[in-house]
C-alpha cells in the first residue's frame, strides 16, 4: 500500500529511506549507481539522506530501472517525488539547501535540544535583538537573500500549529549578558525567554551560570533533533562560518547528547536568573 506524507520534507525523508533500501537489496554501490544513471555521487548520498534541493520524477524512474524495482514500487517512487515538490513557505527563498533541511527538521521534529552558549538561539530572538545583530554583522551574515521578515515568519510558522515539539533549550549567562543592542533590549530578550518558559509546558529553558565553571558545551553551538515514527534517525545539527553538517551516526549523536545531558546538570532554570 502507499503512503503519502502530507509534509513535503517527510515524503522527501520517505524516497531517501526507500532509495536506501532498494539500492542496498540491488546490491549497488554509490558509485555504480552513479556510474549507470550519470550522477554523481554525491547527489546520490543526498537524495538518500533527503538533502537534495529538489526531487525528480524522471530520476526515481532512473533508480527504479537499474535497482530493477516492481512497477508499484516505481509508481509509489514517482508519486513521493511529485509529492515532495510541493511549495512551502521557505520556497520563494534563496535559502541554501543544507539551511532549508535544518527549517523543515524544525517543523517536524518531535523533540529538540538546542545549545547556544553565545548568542540566544534565532527560534526565540526578538525583533529588536535580532535587528541589532543584523546591523552588526557583515552582509554577507544578513540571512537568506530577499527574506524580509524571515525572522517573524520563521518564528509564526513554528509556533503557529496544532502541536509543538518538546523543547530544551540550553543557553549560557554569557549569552544573555552580553549587550546585544544595550541593556534595554537585553532586558527585553531575556524577559521574552521567561515568558515563553512560563507559558509552554513542552519548553524548558536553562541558563549555565558563570559560578558552575567549565562546561562541556561551553562555547558551542548544536541542536539534536528527535524524531517520532522512526522516519528520521535522531540527528545533530551543527553550523559554522563554513557551513552545516549533520551526524547521523549514533556513536556520535549519542556523545553529543551525553554532552548536553551533562551541561544541563550545571544549568539554572531561566526563571531563576536575574539579568
Request: glycine residues 6%; charged residues 25%.
Amino acid at each position: 500500500m502507499r503512503v503519502m506524507s502530507v509534509n513535503p520534507f517527510l515524503t522527501s525523508i520517505q524516497i531517501a529511506r526507500l532509495l536506501v533500501q532498494y539500492r542496498k537489496r540491488a546490491k549497488y554501490t554509490h558509485k555504480r549507481a552513479a556510474d549507470e544513471l550519470g550522477m554523481s555521487v554525491s547527489k546520490i548520498r543526498d537524495l538518500e539522506h533527503a538533502r537534495a534541493p529538489h526531487v525528480k520524477w524522471v530520476d526515481m524512474l532512473g533508480f527504479a530501472r537499474i535497482y530493477g524495482l516492481s512497477p508499484e514500487e516505481q509508481e509509489n517512487l514517482v508519486r513521493l517525488a511529485e509529492a515532495s515538490d510541493t511549495p512551502d513557505m521557505f520556497h520563494s527563498l534563496k535559502i541554501p539547501s543544507a539551511f532549508y533541511t535544518f527549517l523543515q527538521m524544525e517543523l517536524t521534529a518531535s523533540k529538540i535540544m538546542i545549545c547556544e552558549s553565545e548568542l540566544v538561539t534565532g527560534l526565540f530572538q526578538t525583533e529588536d535583538y535580532n535587528d541589532a545583530i543584523r546591523d552588526d554583522n557583515a552582509p554577507s551574515r544578513k540571512g537568506p537573500a530577499g527574506a524580509a521578515g524571515f525572522r517573524q515568519d520563521r518564528q509564526r510558522q513554528f509556533m503557529d500549529r496544532p502541536w509543538l515539539p518538546e523543547i530544551v533549550y540550553l543557553s549560557s549567562e554569557a549569552a544573555l549578558r552580553r549587550q546585544v543592542g544595550g541593556p534595554e533590549v537585553m532586558a527585553k530578550q531575556v524577559e521574552h525567554l521567561k515568558q515563553l518558559d512560563r507559558d509552554f509546558s513542552l519548553f524548558k529553558f536553562l541558563v549555565v551560570p558563570f559560578e558552575a565553571g567549565s562546561y562541556p558545551c561551553a562555547g558551542t553551538a548544536f541542536r539534536i533533533f528527535e524524531f517520532e515514527g522512526g522516519e528520521f534517525p535522531k540527528t545533530v545539527y551543527l553550523e559554522s562560518l563554513e557551513g552545516a553538517r549533520y551526524l547521523e551516526v549514533p556513536e556520535m549523536v549519542v556523545s553529543f547528547q551525553n554532552d548536553f545531558e551533562e551541561s544541563v546538570k550545571k544549568a539554572i532554570p531561566i526563571k531563576d536568573f536575574d539579568l
